[in-house]
Nanobody
Framework: QVQLVESGGGVVQAGDSLRLSCTAS????????MGWFRQAPGKEREFVAA????????RLADSVKGRFTISTDNAKNQLLLQMDSLKPEDTAVYYC?????????????????WGQGTQVTVSS
């Protein structure tokens, strides 16, 4: 069983930056592919970013390319999401997830473990 805890959310203005962290209860490097998803009110959960199980390949949603960066801190069992040039449409609850797949996957059902989420609110 993997427990995931997100942190770093908050209320910011458009153009600001935030860095989200996700701390896992187990070592994820070499075992789990990791991803970030987000869900805005009244909308379905959508893919944001992911890395494969050894962190040497990543993928970003088109809507965040050039603004968000996904990375890992294997020493701390953390998944990170650096979010720059934030827009009001980035407002959502952001979820960290772990998948037993060794390849990057962008679909939520492929993820086996989920965090509780952290709220990001971007005001215009």
């Amino acid at each position: 069983q993997v427990q995931l805890v997100e942190s770093g959310g908050g209320v910011v203005q458009a153009g600001d930056s935030l860095r989200l962290s996700c701390t896992a209860s187990v070592r994820t490097f070499g075992t789990y592919s990791m991803g970030w998803f987000r869900q805005a009110p009244g909308k379905e959960r959508e893919f944001v970013a992911a890395v494969n199980y050894i962190g040497n390949s990543g993928r970003l949603a088109d809507s965040v390319k050039g603004r968000f960066t996904i990375s890992t801190d294997n020493a701390k069992n953390q998944l990170l999401l650096q979010m720059d040039s934030l827009k009001p449409e980035d407002t959502a609850v952001y979820y960290c997830a772990a998948s037993e797949s060794i390849v990057i996957t962008t679909v939520a059902p492929a993820y086996n473990y989920w965090g509780q989420g952290t709220q990001v609110t971007v005001s215009s």
